[in-house]
């Protein structure tokens, strides 16, 4: 469910994104505890305005989700 490689998301498309990818955990508890850790992350940089730092969050984030959504789904 990763977005295209290389392509620019801005964050609203990435929070969006990182939210649709809570769908795919195994429990409720994991869901809900990974879409609380989302919107804590946006809430804490909302007020970036780099655009080189906005896209190695946004690079970050997409990366950090595709290891978590790999690790839960070996365990099924």
């Known amino acids: 469910m990763l977005p295209l490689i290389g392509a620019e998301l801005t964050p609203l498309q990435l929070y969006r994104h990182l939210l649709r990818c809570c769908r795919q955990l195994p429990t409720v ?12 992350g946006y ?3 909302a007020d970036e305005d780099d655009p080189e730092r906005i896209q ?3 690079q970050r984030a997409v990366a950090d989700a595709d290891w978590i959504l790999k690790k839960y789904s070996k365990k099924k």
């Open 29 to 40: 508890a994991m869901q809900n505890h990974y879409r609380h850790s989302i919107r804590q």
């Open 43 to 45: 809430n804490s940089h």
């Open 56 to 58: 190695i969050i946004v």
